[in-house]
């Protein structure tokens, strides 16, 4: 890209120098020509004639002009005051039969531009050094040679960084799908290793049929964690071929977060633990049940999200909450609304995340700790659920000592 750029760089200077070049000359040439056409006139005047051509020579501004007069007889007087370099009879005849149009002829060792014309049976001729054009025409293409390197240059370094930055999110995005396809191969390899294992020694030896209930427990419950990182994974391309948020009608945020949570109720209780629901007026006996004496923004924020995306943001959420709570702990799952957002809290009394890995942890198959049980995927889904519903996710330290994940959404109208 960087070099195409200099080559087009190049070509175009190439034509625009010698447009200028043109340009430049042209007008240098015809600014001599109306120049020694002027002393001419001025010359050939009845009047004036020596004072014409003392002015012409002593203009500072410009090159000395120069006029001769040449006899029939071949004799050449100069007319301007000395030094006036030596014009030959034959070279004076010639610019005088030239016409209007000036010619191009060497005069004192020099290149001169000389103009003739015939008065009576002379000829007089006006001439001047050609180095007013030879010189800035020598000037200017030194200049544009000098300038030449230093635009190529700048052009080059200038395409080289817009195409490192232009490929940059290319270069980033096949990084990550390596990564992701390096990640899902090994996730998928272990369940399925597991898997192989279990049928491969199940076929190899004789078994009692208690043993044989265990194998196939064990194929079981691979085979359902294959599935659902499979299922996670479809999701997930899924919503990165969304081009927009997927459309929905206006609904209650807290009784389907409530009835969601309370789904993982009996989870929690079988290791100990203890579900709690801060969701303003849902009662702790009926999730589903409002607070009539509650103030109807309070009970349910509505927001333009559709309900089987909330329900499976809360069902990775609490899931996620609940495996990293342990036996014994706590999860507490809430509602509400303020600053014209309505916002989803889960809160666990686990190990909580770091905030060096609280971004880290966005990305797909990307764990910040070891408990088991789960591939990585939870809050990438969590994520781009979130995002591509014009929501924000936030992960912060709880109160209870684990992490807090919050989602939050614009609130709609009702």
């Known amino acids: 890209m960087a070099l195409g750029a200099a080559a087009i760089s190049l070509v175009f200077y190439l034509l625009t120098a010698v447009a200028a070049d043109l340009i430049v000359l042209h007008r240098l ?3 001599l020509d109306a120049r020694l056409s002027e002393t001419m006139a001025a010359l050939l005047s009845p009047v004036g004639r020596r004072q014409a051509a003392l002015a012409a020579t002593a203009d500072p501004d410009d090159a000395p002009i120069f006029a001769w007069r040449v006899s029939a007889a071949g004799t050449v007087t100069a007319l301007s005051p000395p030094p006036v370099p030596a014009l030959s009879a034959g070279v004076a005849r010639s610019a005088a039969q030239q016409g209007t149009a000036p010619i191009s002829s060497t005069v004192g060792g020099r290149t001169f531009l000389l103009l003739g014309r015939p008065l009576g049976g002379d000829e007089v001729v006006v001439g001047t050094s050609a180095a007013e054009v030879a010189t800035p025409r020598g000037t200017l293409l030194a200049a544009e040679g000098a300038l030449l390197p230093v635009v190529l240059i700048a052009v080059f370094l200038v395409a080289e960084l817009i195409g490192l930055r232009a490929a940059m999110p290319l270069e980033r995005s096949r990084r990550e799908r390596l990564d992701f396809t390096a990640d899902a191969s090994h996730e998928l390899r272990t369940p399925l290793s597991v898997i192989e294992a279990e049928v491969g020694l199940a076929l190899a030896v004789d078994r009692d049929a208690e043993q044989y209930r265990r194998a196939l427990e064990r194929v079981a419950g691979e085979s359902a964690r294959l599935r659902g990182i499979v299922d996670d994974l479809l999701w997930l391309a899924r919503a990165d071929a969304l081009p927009d948020a ?11 977060v409530a009835a969601c949570a309370r789904r993982f109720d009996p989870v929690l209780r079988r290791n100990g633990g203890t579900l709690e629901l801060a969701i303003a007026g849902l009662a702790d006996d009926d999730a589903a049940t409002p607070d009539d ?3 109807t923004a309070e009970i349910d924020p509505v927001v333009r999200v559709p309900p089987e995306w909330i329900d499976r943001l809360v069902s990775v959420l609490v899931d996620n909450a609940c495996r990293y709570a342990g036996a014994g702990g706590t999860v507490e799952v809430g509602v509400g609304s303020a600053a014209g957002r309505a916002w989803l809290r889960v809160e666990d009394s686990g190990p909580g995340i770091s905030p060096d890995q609280r971004e880290a942890v966005r990305r797909r198959f ?5 408990v088991p049980g789960g591939a990585g995927l939870g809050l990438a889904i969590a994520d781009t659920m979130v995002r591509v519903t014009q929501g924000r996710l936030t992960i912060r330290r709880s109160p209870l000592g684990g992490a807090e994940v919050e989602a939050s959404w614009p609130l709609a109208p009702r």
Do not use: C, F, N
Not at 247 to 254: D, F, N, S, W
Not at 366 to 370: K, L, N, P, Y
């Open 29 to 31: 040439e015809a600014h």
């Open 246 to 256: 997927p459309l929905a009608e206006p609904v209650a945020l807290g009784p389907i």
């Open 293 to 295: 004496d509650a103030p």
């Open 366 to 370: 990307h764990r910040s700790s070891q």
